[in-house]
């Protein structure tokens, strides 16, 4: 009797995790997963933002991002270099990051403004959360450290017919932005189906939604991010047209003299 | 003369006093079911809704409202012998703190979250205003500096002396009693939290709100007991009867609770104005019914036969013409408040109107009903008392009849001197003022607008391409004009934002606090804004595609007419440099407070001359005369001359309730004119002679007319313990008026008609 009751529990126990399709993978593990996935040395996207504000009213800036790792060399995490094409009075406007892998070092950061014909450096934190008025913090867009969070399973959910991964992610830094993350994840491609953010006091604060899912260069990206930000009534659209990876990009990219140009080529 | 046909009034009576039950229950059934709707009366203290809503003030207000942002702030203020002492500063971050983790707060500007842009090499930093707490005097004079040069912040944020700083709360709800009632708590739970050893004072718009809600509530428990038991006790002392002091009660008891009822079922608001609905029924309301039982009293003692039915058919006979036209006047003064501008005049004289013609019907339906079922008690006032009494009355007119050219004389000079007071009559519109200066919500304003630029603002509307620097040219030029003018302490617009970006990328250089020359400039400052900026800030000065933007002026005075000007020179100044195109309104607080100006001046005179002509058209038709008329409005218009005088040199403002005065006073006080023409007509066509027949209606109708105009006094004078300054000041002015006009019944009218002997009255008939 005693036997049988050890082997009801163990295939309970069993059938749940066959359920749950997980009994050897964490919450941790995934997130590895989505990082791995979209591990790549170089990015060059062309996208369009489109801001929506409380009353409906929209803003639409296109530009031109380079992204290159440098995984530490020269102390450099990443550099980036963003170009404005539109609209038409901010065309050519450009500001490039650099990142550094030692937390503590500010970033640094140099616009210039086409209209001046001048470059000009930015110290110090941003004191927008935001990046450039849009839903999206410079910490959403960058690569966050995995272990920054603690990541649990909650289990599967269908959403919009297909079955992911839910993940909690609690920021270990109790000063974070956020209290907590759940993502929705695709299995097998690993990436972001949903995302919500909740804010310090527990309340929801903004849900990413992601679409038009497709495979480039043999990596999985959403070409279309849509950020609903509840805590302001604020919109955020970002919609991918071209995107390259892990081509050929050189370092001479990521100067004040490629940012001052206001193009790469 | 008499209203109604003959038989109809007999038929009316006779039902009365046929089916006393019947009336009598169908009264107090009909007022429950009016009553019943009371608690649906819902409380309105915004100051807004003083103005007409189709008005183009509010419309563009609430235009402005929808593009920018509501203007819905709580004002903190901490004064401290140094703000930017260590533990003041931590006070204020953990402040700060808080109010930004309440739901109802959007967001939160203080001197912890600000951030500084200063030069570097190459380029410039951003960076918060206070990274780390000073800790020594050197580190905090470096952050006084800083401070100091920062406009957006000095004089601002922080008082020019840097003994106070404001956290400024910017709610995320707007309007509704709830958000004030909940906004008011939290502050005030905040301010006792953080007080001590600094102090705190709390100010704003939902504060202000649940404040005069507050003290209207206040108000109304105060005056509505004290003015309900100053009457019984005035009656009880006249009648000395029980029957006579309950039934002129329980006339104004009714007539309050229906007028109260339709104000519920028409859906109006309860104002602070709407104070005044109760405490005048209280004043007035009861005269009609009086009248009656104390005539029934008399004909009832000098009757052999005691035929009670017979006694009330004589005195309702006797009593209709004079009582129907005291308060028909009334009503008539009441409905010309239906010429003023202000919803909340318009609203008084309908309400009050349809209480007072209530009491009417009620004194001649309900009250003989009544009168019939009770007992007839009562001692009246004594024979001995009664006879002093014409015994001073008939000294006095002899006095007024024998030197009447000499005090005419007197009394034309008094008019003329008195009316030089006149031109010097303040307008004072601003809602602040409700309250006595040493009054803690006057207290927290004051220092908002002495150390924080004023919390009174002007809005400009600006269209077109907002960042093309023509358009901006012109903000700027306009926000130059309006920062000379002397009672804006400062401006905010969208061009400050551009030239401090200009000034950052040139190395935070003063010099480059200028405009820049290019659209693209403009345009890629404002991007530069949403990098190293809180694009928030944005949002208040301009709209989401660049095609509108708000010029605001902070303004610190609180003078009514300075800001009536400021309004109109602006308006002014815009139209002839620039143009509506550009700049299609000029709006905001200060514009309502200073139109309310022209709005009550306009106001006070339509309804002024709307009552005169209506009041004296009454007379003329009452006597078939037009010099009846015209002699009817004499003693008024000496009362009316004489308050505006005594506004005018004792600098008592004409505002929203004031201004209602002389029609009320002109509908009331026309009573006792018209009481003493009637007699006088009676006295004179049963033969007397002039001289005599003034005693005679001295000694008989004098003693009503003084009786009554004491009751109303009595009755007004309960409006000097409210909370509110107009009121307060209404109170005494109406006091004082209907003084005047009772006085200039008993001393201008027996020495006008004695020297005149105008022909409707001396005719032969």
Known sequence: MKNFKVFITFTI????????????????????????????????????????????????????????????????????????????????????????TDAAKDDDRWLYLPALKKVRRIAGESKNDYFMGTDFTYDDMGARNIDD??????????????????????????????????????????????VEFYDKSGVLQKVLTTSDIREIDGIWLPHVLFMNNFSKTHQTKIEVHEVKFDSKMDDQIFTQTILQRGRVQ | MSFGKQDHVKTWIDFVMQYPRIVIGFSILFTLLMGWNIPKITIDSDIISMLPEDQEIIVSINEMEEIFGGSELVIMSLKSDDIFSEATLRKIRALSEEIEGLPIVDRVLSITNMFKISGIEGGFEVRDLIEKIPENEAERAVLRQVVMDDELIYGNIVSKDFQRTSVIAILSVSGGSDTDQIAYKIFHDLKRKYTGPEEINVAGLPITRKSITLTMQKD??????????????????????????????????????????????????????????????????????????????????????????????????????????????????????????????????LLASFGVALALLLSVTFVPAALQLLDVPMILKSDDKSQRMSRFLNRWGSFFIKHRIRFLSVCLIFVLLIASGIPRIVVDTNPMHYYRKSSEIRVNNDIIDKYFGGSTQLSIKAEGD?????????????????????????????????????????GDSSQYYVLPDTREAVAQYLLLFSISGDEDDLSQVVDYDYRQAQILARVNETSSVSLNRLLKDTRQYVKTEFGEATFPAVTGFVAVIGELVDLVVRGQMYSLILSIVLVSLVCMVLFRSVVAGLLSIVPLSVA???????????????????????????????????????????????????????????????????????????????????????????????????STCLIGALTIMPALLVMIKPKFIFKKS
Request: glycine letters at 6%; hydrophobic letters at 45%.
């Open chain 2, 220 to 349: 109304m428990k105060a005056l509505f007991p004290f003015g309900i038991s100053l009457m019984i006790f005035l009656l009880i002392i006249s009648f000395r009867s029980w029957t006579g002091a309950f039934l002129p009660f329980v006339v104004v008891i009714m007539s309050i609770i229906n007028t109260l009822g339709l104000m519920a079922l028409l859906g109006l608001k309860f104002s602070f104005i709407s104070i005044l609905i109760p405490v005048m029924l209280i004043a007035i309301a009861n005269d009609y019914s009086i009248h009656i039982i104390s005539h029934y009293f008399e004909e009832y003692h000098a009757s052999a036969d005691k035929q009670k039915n017979m006694i009330i058919h004589r005195t309702v006979e006797y009593l209709q013409t004079p009582v129907f036209l005291a308060g028909i006047t009334t009503v008539i003064g009441f409905l010309s408040l239906q010429s003023h501008v202000l919803p909340p005049a318009r609203q008084l004289g």
């Open chain 2, 466 to 506: 907002i960042k093309d620097p023509i358009v901006l040219r012109k903000m700027e030029q306009l926000c130059d004009y309006l920062e000379q003018e002397p009672t804006v302490t400062r401006t905010i617009s969208i061009v400050d934002y551009i030239k401090k970006m200009n000034k950052a990328f040139n």
């Open chain 1, 149 to 194: 969070d603690n990541h649990t399973l909650l289990g599967k959910e269908t959403i919009d017919g297909i079955e992911c991964y839910k993940v909690e992610s609690v920021p270990v830094n109790k000063n974070d932005l956020y209290s907590k993350k759940i993502t929705w994840i695709i299995p097998e491609k690993w990436v972001f189906m949903k």
């Open chain 1, 13 to 100: 126990v069993i059938m749940v995790f066959a359920q749950l399709g997980l009994a050897q993978i964490s919450g941790r593990d995934i997130m590895q997963k989505v990082d791995e996935q979209a591990s790549v040395r170089t990015e060059m996207n062309k996208s369009k933002m489109t801001l929506i504000n409380d009353k409906g009213k929209t803003r639409e800036r296109e530009l031109t991002r380079y992204i290159k790792s440098f995984d530490g060399a020269g102390g450099i995490d990443t550099k980036t270099l963003i170009i404005f094409d539109y609209p038409a009075d901010i065309r050519g406007t450009g500001l490039l990051l650099w990142t550094y």
């Open chain 2, 640 to 738: 009316i001359i004489t308050v505006f005088g005594l506004m005018g040199y004792s600098g008592i403002e004409l505002n929203v309730a004031t201004a209602m005065l002389s029609s009320i006073m002109i509908g009331v006080g026309v009573d006792y004119t018209i009481h003493f023409l009637y007699r006088f007509r009676y006295e004179v066509q049963a033969g007397r002679p002039a001289q005599e027949a003034v005693i005679r209606t001295l000694i008989t109708s004098g003693k009503g007319i003084i009786y009554n105009a004491l009751s109303v006094i009595v009755g007004f004078t309960v409006l000097l313990v409210s909370g509110f300054l107009p009121i307060y000041f209404f109170g005494f002015l109406i006091v004082f008026s209907i």
